[in-house]
């Protein structure tokens, strides 16, 4: 069972930043996108930002854009997520995601962190 482990969330005040980091507990063979999710109370989860292996290509949310920077260790199956600039409408449950594979020969999957809270007061 491929755990991811978050840490860094928390409450800020409007403007201030926080550094969220997501790591697999046990080795995944092959990993093809890393990833930060949210979800807001009564709204559906977004795209925060994504970053790909190998290439290291970004993608981020529209609201995310200019402030927040995904990042990933070399060689190590941990993504970072800075966030600068915070609003009160950043707040959410910020959830890590993993896509693929345990195996040379398994199938690709997607692996989801339990979530870490940000919380940002105005």
């Known amino acids: 069972q491929v755990q991811l482990v978050e840490s860094g969330g928390g409450l800020v005040q409007t403007g201030g930043s926080l550094r969220l980091s997501c790591t697999t507990s046990?080795?995944?063979?092959?990993?093809?996108?890393m990833g930060w999710y949210r979800q807001a109370p009564g709204k559906e989860r977004e795209l925060v930002a994504t970053?790909?292996?190998?290439?290291?290509?970004?993608n981020y949310g529209d609201s995310v854009k200019g402030r927040f920077t995904i990042s990933r260790a070399s060689g190590e199956n941990t993504v970072y997520l800075q966030m600068n600039s915070l609003k009160p409408e950043d707040t959410a449950v910020y959830y890590c995601?993993?896509?693929?594979?345990?195996?040379?020969?398994?199938?690709?999957?997607?692996?989801w962190g339990q979530g870490t809270q940000v919380t940002v007061s105005s």
């Open positions: 995601y993993v896509r693929g594979r345990r195996s040379f020969s398994g199938n690709l999957q997607n692996y």
């Open positions: 046990t080795t995944i063979f092959s990993i093809v996108l």
């Open positions: 970053i790909l292996s190998g290439g290291g290509n970004t």
